[in-house]
């Protein structure tokens, strides 16, 4: 036990203070990342930092593990326990990164520049700037899509960001207290206690299923009254909810949905949101208003402005595609002048799914397509250097190396060299399966493996649920901070 302890104290201090870094060195080009999500932190994660001058760009400035924010909106963990400081990732680099949080507004393409703006409370002299690139990689995910209906933005919660989360457990409790407020009528404290999650993708089923066990688990004891009362909702617009997963566990799902008394409305279409209710279509074309206390809002992705308004000044002819930027099988983006733009994750129209796996695996591989580009201008400086050499050489004595048939030959070589370093082979996207939670202690996955399918449900694959989130977590860190709030959870509640 002593050496464990010895072992992973030593480990965390050398991860607390790593060594001294490179400076930023202006005869190297410059990289500047915008984002700081899944595919920002995978690429930074693996980059090779010698060969650019790096910047992070983005409003936040530290990774959000996504996949475990629904756990955090009804406390089973903690919000800083799924965040890791980007800084925490880019002190370990060898050349110095410049970490910036600020959001950016405008990319000029042809110009190579991105103007960003420091979006945070506090404001200091210099609040925007613009700067220069060599290369840019727009990482900078989606937003929440809303499809423009009315209410929303005003009235509903989002399951996106950190706040979003926050936000939900304030608002929970705050039905709650309000329904538990002496005199409040009946049907006042029904209407307090009805939460509907709108979008049955897995964000709205993992949402539902986690308040399932807050509610089961936790408020049950506090509000012995109240608790019976409490109902929750799931609206989805499609014949059914989870349309990625496969047919048995959907069923699943929605058996396990049955026994946890949620409610699930499919074929039913939301129009309005309104301060205490909502205003659905029925599937037999009717409208009908449906009083709720809380609403979440789980409706899917649409490109942020940012990625729109630089696929209008990259062209419609290149840029074709509602749903993000077009980018090739290298994730360059289309009409970028010198493949200086690349485009990864949910604000990228690749063939893939918007999913945290996707990006990571694009973050992975432009990783490796600039630890190659990086050595090329090495060596292609190094080839350059020996060139003025000979150049020299010939103006000093006289002695021409293109005629002398081995030195030409070396030189050919090494130019060769040069360009097939450049090259890289396309990204490739293995899917290692799909995984969501849905409350009682189980999850469903469709794994893949061996190149076959398996589909999982049960107690069984909310353990593997359980290690294969604790094993994608970015650090030792958050690992050891999950895993105590579990711990916490099991022995004190939430
Ligand atoms: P989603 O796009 O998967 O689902 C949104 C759902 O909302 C859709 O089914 C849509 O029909 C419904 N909807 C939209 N407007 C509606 C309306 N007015 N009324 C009723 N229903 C409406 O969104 P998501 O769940 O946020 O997921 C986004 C992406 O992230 C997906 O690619 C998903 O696979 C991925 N993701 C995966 C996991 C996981 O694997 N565990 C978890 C979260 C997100």
Redesign the pocket.
Known sequence: LVTSAGTFYYITQKDRHPGVQLPHDPSKKTLVILGSGWGATSLLKSIDTEAFNVTVISPKNFFLF??LLPSVAVGTVAGRSIIQPTRFITRHKKRRVAVVEAEAEEIDPFAKTVTFTDTSAVKGEVATKTINYDYLVCAVGAET?T?N?PGIQEHAVF?KELNDAIKFQDRVIDCIETAAFPGQTEEEIRRLLHVVV???????V?VSGELHDFLHDDLSNWYPELAPKMRITL????PS?L??FSKELIAYTESTFKQEKINIMTN????EVRDKSVL?RTPDGKDDEVPCGLLVW????KPRKLTTDLMGKLGKEKQNNKRGLVADDHLIVAGAPDNSIYALGDCASTPY????QVASQQGAYLARVFNKLGKRDLLATELDTVKGELEKMKAESGVDFEKDPELKNKVTVAERAVEDMGKVRPFHYSHQG???YIGSDKAIADINFWQRKFASAGVMTYVFWRSAYLSTLFSLRNRTLVATDWLKVKLFGR
Not at 198 to 204: A, H, I, L, Q
Not at 298 to 301: K, P, Q, R, V
Not at 353 to 356: G, K, M, Q
């Open positions: 996504t996949p899509q499809f209906i399951m709108v979008g049955g993708g897995p964000t709205g993992e609206i989805e617009a499609l909810v349309p990625m039913t279409m939301v129009k659905v789980a409706g899917g992705n799914a918007p999913t945290a799909s995984l969501a």
